[in-house]
C-alpha cells in the first residue's frame, strides 16, 4: 500500500497564493505518475495537474493553465502544486493521487491506484 498525505491547504483571498505539498510513504516502487485533482461541493472531480516519474512532462487542466505548477520533489516521492492568481471557484477539496501504469490518460481519475484525503482550498473573494 502507498500512502499519501496532503498539506499545505487554507484560506486565502482572491489573487492570492498557497503551495499543496504531497508526500508518498509506504511500498516504494518506480516510474509512477503524480496527479492533483479537486472537487468543489456538488460537482465533480477535475483534473488539475499532473507530472510523470522524471517530471520531464507535465499536464494541466485547461481552468488552471498558467496559474498552476506541478513539480516532483528530488526524492520523487513528493509532489507539488503552486496555485497563484486563485479564484473564489479554485475553492475545492485538493487530492494527490498516485499511477503506477505508464502512458495513459493522466486526466482520467480511473487510472489512478492511490489517493490522498486531501487539503481544503478556500478562496475568498
Known amino acids: 500500500q502507498v500512502q499519501l498525505v496532503e498539506s499545505g491547504g487554507g484560506l486565502v483571498q482572491a489573487g492570492g497564493s498557497l503551495r499543496l505539498s504531497c508526500a508518498a510513504s509506504?511500498?516504494?516502487?518506480?516510474?509512477?505518475?503524480m496527479g492533483w485533482f479537486r472537487q468543489a461541493p456538488g460537482k465533480e472531480r477535475e483534473f488539475v495537474a499532473a507530472?510523470?516519474?522524471?517530471?520531464?512532462?507535465?499536464y494541466y487542466g485547461d481552468s488552471v493553465k498558467g496559474r498552476f505548477t506541478i513539480s516532483r520533489g528530488n526524492a520523487k516521492s513528493t509532489v507539488y502544486l503552486q496555485m497563484n492568481s486563485l479564484k473564489p471557484e479554485d475553492t475545492a477539496l485538493y487530492s494527490c493521487?498516485?499511477?503506477?501504469?505508464?502512458?495513459?490518460?493522466?486526466?482520467?481519475?480511473?487510472?489512478?491506484?492511490?489517493w490522498g484525503q486531501g487539503t481544503q482550498v478556500t478562496v475568498s473573494s
Open positions: 493521487a498516485v499511477v503506477k501504469r505508464l502512458g495513459v490518460d493522466y486526466s482520467d481519475s480511473g487510472w489512478y491506484d492511490y
Open positions: 509506504g511500498r516504494t516502487f518506480s516510474n509512477y505518475a
Open positions: 507530472i510523470s516519474w522524471s517530471g520531464g512532462n507535465r
